[in-house]
């Protein structure tokens, strides 16, 4: 990918990107980071196949489901540890 298409797609897709991932996890910061390890891994991947701009949308939506899942364990981690 192109450094122009790299920029463009930033452009075009970050603020959704972000809204997606904040509407799931209701953590400006922690939105934020998904976002740009969303970009990152795009960019990644797109370098060996070509991946349409939804793809962003399925790697978001990966992101935010193991944030989840790592929080949901420390949560059950440290109730266990208290106990």
């Keep these: 990918m192109a450094l122009k298409n ?3 797609t930033i452009e075009k ?3 959704n ?3 997606y991932c904040y509407q799931m996890i209701r ?3 922690t939105a934020e980071d998904i976002t740009q390890e969303v970009f990152i891994k795009f ?3 797109s370098k060996k ?3 349409s701009n939804s793809d962003l949308y399925k790697i978001a939506h990966n992101k935010c489901i193991d944030h989840l899942r790592r929080e949901k364990r ?3 981690v440290s ?3 208290s106990m």
């Design 6 to 8: 790299v920029e463009e």
């Design 13 to 15: 897709f970050q603020f």
């Design 17 to 19: 990107i972000y809204k």
């Design 27 to 29: 953590s400006k910061e």
């Design 43 to 45: 960019f990644n991947i």
């Design 49 to 51: 196949k070509d991946y």
């Design 74 to 76: 420390k949560k059950v």
């Design 79 to 81: 109730y266990e540890i």
